[in-house]
């Protein structure tokens, strides 16, 4: 069993950074996918990063340039760097992890970023 549990959603002022954080409990981190989906208020939850445990990283076309996704393995933890943020990134954040054998799959709560002036 995994739990995950982001943190790090604010408040932030257009052209602003955020970094979201979601930390994993559960054994071999290591070995899950890691990715970051944003759901907005009556819109689908989307997928807007992802990073594989091999390392492989891939973006939702609108947040490349923009957003960067990494994990450390020794702290269990995968990031979201967001930045140059846009009133449309406002959403909240959920951290989900995919097990690369098993493809057993778990979610966290979310964080939400509110992008506004």
């Known amino acids: 069993q995994v739990q995950l549990l982001e943190s790090g959603g604010r408040l932030v002022q257009p052209g602003g950074p955020s970094r979201p954080s979601c930390v994993a409990s559960?054994?071999?981190?290591?070995?899950?996918?890691m990715r970051w989906y944003c759901q907005a208020p009556g819109k689908q939850r989307e997928l807007v990063a992802r990073i594989s445990s091999g390392g492989t990283i891939n973006y939702l076309d609108s947040v490349k340039g923009r957003f960067t996704i990494s994990r450390d393995n020794a702290k269990n933890t995968v990031y979201l760097q967001m930045n140059s943020l846009k009133p449309e990134d406002t959403a909240n954040y959920y951290c989900?992890?995919?097990?690369?054998?098993?493809?057993?799959?778990?979610w966290g709560r979310g964080t939400q970023v509110t992008v506004s002036s």
């Open positions: 559960g054994p071999i981190f290591s070995l899950y996918n």
């Open positions: 989900n992890a995919d097990h690369s054998l098993t493809h057993r799959n778990y």
